[in-house]
């Protein structure tokens, strides 16, 4: 399933927007973390995990979902909310700490949750996973037709959750999808030295499901593999394990030395970046690069509105760090 | 002595930064003890006393720092 | 004995004991995640994979159930594990090797089967990590028989604990508080960095430690908190009331006899603590000094962090963290003084 013109204009403006977001969260991220990076200080503390790079994973997905069906999302979840639709002023909001964030700065950027859209993220490797599982059963037991989706990175499908979850979501026919953004690393450790078999797609089958690889961070070829797994399970045909080759332009996390990576492996791929590349095969098929330039320049602007929205916003009251530990 | 910030403690000619003191102005430090932590590019590095005696500090943490640059002393 | 001081950080001095223990007994190895190459996340492991190969310090998968339940077995086998779980928040995917498996193996096997284990792990907040990166979690381990749990509150400590960590029969937990640790990207409170001697030595598990001696009040701490009573006790000093800080550094075995011998000199008692407030090890200190037979000059406090998750936003997490203000504040209205 090709992605239509107007399809990829979408989603061409979608990774602009998501990779400009990005670059925006590392600027204000740094600020207060010079010339000394600490990471408690500045407007953003705590960790910081990037998606440059990995676009295409979540782009190519959610362009076939819709506010109904659900997504659950990792450490590193900047793309994929961004693609799903979440609130760009109260995303950016939460991870300033603010009262107009997600949840009053409760979770922060690796804890957030937007029910509007149906998305929410966590922090522990896998353990996103189950809760796609049962969202899927919800929607499948009330017929509305919706799906889930479950993002992880290689480094999950090595941990207990994985393979529990996958089993089960075949056993119930769960209408969920789980898509694996393999960029090889976790943290330090290469997916070579720690994963028995060169291939995840290919473990689908030990779970009763279609395992589908997409190489080279292709954004159209992401999209057509996922709309064949998104139709297969709004028809009642059960899940599907999607693997994409990605790759993380910046480090695990922000402050990571990246000692381990070979050298030249970064720069080397910067080469490619799936955006540049994206870019010019739009401009090669005939689209006007003053087109273009109007999409980035809107994006541009959304991303620059939520920032300003973000940093006027207040900072909560400390009372309400003792709200909604329980709902009513 | 001077404490110096050896030139091969890094590749490029960019500037570090002192993240630690292990011992303060004044303390007695014994050659080849690590003095202070120092961050370049995120990685943190070491940089022992050259000599036994007392030390001097002369850049505060949080400074950024060159290569070659006198940080301490030590008598 | 080494006589000018050598300082270490918590994370160097780790390393350092794990070398000694490694370099004197060949069936000592290291597990864990990025523990190779990396040397750790906190530093931990610093030039180990140099010295001593990958068959003895082995990278794993995220796959935390696997390679601790393997490190239960590999004490079974007489080997002695240690292993790292980078953050004590993710215990939640492999508890049972942890709190069925190591700690039940001498149980179950009427002391003919130990477990030798050490699983070495981050603890605490205050940096901005949010809910599930900077949870403390002393009672959910201590609260466990068959486990021992110790948090070292500086580098000496940490290196002497760690050893005899590897060198007891039965599982260790052991703690390193983040804010302590000694990580550049991280800030370290400076009175964890001291002076460590580069002999080996040991610092007995389940001996409290007394970091300032006083006669006027307790204060007990562990990791981070005895900092903020050492700091505490600063301010207190020149109001008059001369407190004594005692370093529980063992949380499972408590160690009631100092404690029992503080408090019966002190009879005031304040436990800071940064772990939830609700059945934590406050609350162990409080009810075992008061089992001890005290006759108390006022009711023992203790300065917690409340029952909450932990807030990502600055300005909800740091107002909930315990500091040596609370601490002074509690001591003032103890002597019926009037708080800041």
Redesign the interface.
């Known amino acids: 399933m090709k992605p239509s013109p107007d399809a990829r204009l979408l989603m061409y403006a979608q990774m602009f927007k998501s990779r400009h977001f990005e670059a925006s969260i590392k600027a204000a991220y740094l600020e207060g973390k010079q010339p000394l990076f600490n990471m408690a200080k500045g407007p953003i503390p705590g960790e910081m995990h990037l998606s440059s790079g990995q676009e295409p994973c979540a782009v190519g997905v959610c362009a076939h979902l819709r506010a109904d069906d659900t997504v659950t999302a990792t450490h590193r979840p900047h793309h994929i909310a961004i693609a799903k639709g979440v609130d760009l002023k109260a995303m950016t909001a939460e991870i300033f700490g603010k009262t107009d964030g997600l949840s009053g700065g409760r979770g922060g950027h690796m804890h957030l949750f937007d029910p509007k859209v149906n998305f929410c993220c966590s922090g522990i490797v896998a353990q996103g996973m189950g809760p796609a599982v049962g969202a899927a059963l919800a929607a499948k037991m009330r017929g509305s037709g919706s799906v889930a989706v479950s993002f992880i990175g290689e480094g999950a499908a090595n941990q207990g959750a994985f393979h529990e979850t996958l089993n089960l979501a075949a056993v119930w026919k769960a209408p969920v999808i789980f898509v694996i953004e393999d960029n090889a690393w976790g943290i330090s450790v290469s997916k070579r030295a720690s994963t028995a078999i060169p291939r995840n797609a290919d473990r689908a089958a030990s779970y009763g499901m279609p395992g589908v690889f997409v190489a080279d961070n292709d954004v159209d070829a992401v999209y057509a593999a996922a709309g064949d797994a998104i139709r297969r399970a709004r028809a009642g045909q059960g899940p599907t394990l999607l693997e994409i080759e990605t790759w993380r332009l910046e480090g695990h996390f922000m402050g990571d030395a990246e000692g381990y990576r070979p050298k030249g492996e970064v720069e080397g791929l910067q080469w490619r970046d799936p955006i540049t590349r994206y870019r010019q095969g739009l401009c090669d098929a005939g689209v006007e690069s003053s087109r273009l330039e109007e999409i980035e320049r809107r994006e541009r602007t959304a991303v620059g509105e939520a920032f300003e929205f973000a940093r006027r916003s207040a900072y909560p009251a400390a009372h309400s760090a003792f709200e909604a530990v329980f709902v009513e | 002595m001077d404490v110096v910030i050896a030139e091969d403690l890094w590749n490029d000619e960019g500037e570090g930064v002192i993240a630690t003191w292990l011992f303060q102005n004044g303390e007695f430090v014994r050659q080849g003890a690590p003095l202070a932590e120092v961050m370049y590019e995120k990685a943190g590095m070491e940089i022992p006393a050259p000599a036994s005696g007392h030390l001097t500090i002369l850049i505060e943490p949080e400074t950024p720092v060159r290569k070659g640059q006198v940080i301490a002393r030590i008598d | 004995m080494s006589a ?6 918590i994370a ?1 001095a780790m390393s350092e004991a794990l070398g000694i223990a490694m370099e004197q007994d060949p069936t000592v190895l290291v597990l864990g ?2 523990i ?3 040397g750790g ?1 906190f530093g931990t492991t610093q030039g180990l994979l140099e010295r001593f190969g990958a068959e003895r310090v082995r ?8 390679f601790i339940g393997a490190a239960v077995g590999l004490a079974a086998a007489g080997m002695r594990p240690v292993v790292e779980l980078m953050f004590v ?2 215990f ?2 492999c508890m049972d090797a942890i709190y069925n498996l190591a700690a039940k193996q001498s149980y179950f096997s009427g002391g003919r089967v130990s477990c030798p284990m050490v699983l070495m792990t981050s603890v605490g907040g ?8 900077s949870q403390c979690l002393y009672s959910t381990f201590a609260h466990l028989p068959g486990l021992k749990v110790v948090l070292p509150s500086n580098a000496y400590d940490a290196k002497g604990l760690l050893l005899s960590a590897i060198a007891d029969s039965n599982p260790v937990i052991f703690m390193f508080h983040k804010a302590l640790q ?7 409170v ?1 009175g964890s ?1 001291v002076h460590v001697p580069v002999e080996t030595y040991t610092v007995p598990i389940g001996q409290a430690a007394i970091a300032k001696s006083g006669t006027d009040i307790t204060l007990a701490g562990l990791g981070v908190t005895v900092h903020h009573a050492l700091q505490a006790a600063v301010t207190l000093l020149q109001e008059g009331i001369d407190a004594e800080v005692l370093d529980l550094r063992t949380i499972a075995p408590l160690d009631r006899k100092a404690l029992a011998a503080s408090v019966g000199r002190t009879r005031r008692l304040i436990v800071i603590d940064d772990d939830y407030r609700s059945c934590g090890v406050s609350a162990e200190v409080i009810a075992s000094a008061c089992e001890g037979g005290v006759d108390w000059l006022a009711v023992p406090a203790r300065i917690t962090y ?4 932990v ?7 740091h ?2 963290l315990p500091t040596a203000a609370a601490i002074v504040d509690t001591a003032r209205r103890m002597f019926h003084r009037k708080a800041a």
Request: glycine share 16%.
């Open positions: 000018t001081p050598r300082r270490l950080t160097k995640e990025d190779g190459a990396l996340v990278d794993t998968p995220i796959s935390e159930t696997a928040d993710f939640g995917v205050g940096y901005g990590d949010g809910g599930q990166h000694g990580m550049g990207w991280l800030g370290t400076p960095i409340p029952d909450v998750p807030p990502y936003s600055p300005v909800l997490e107002p909930l």
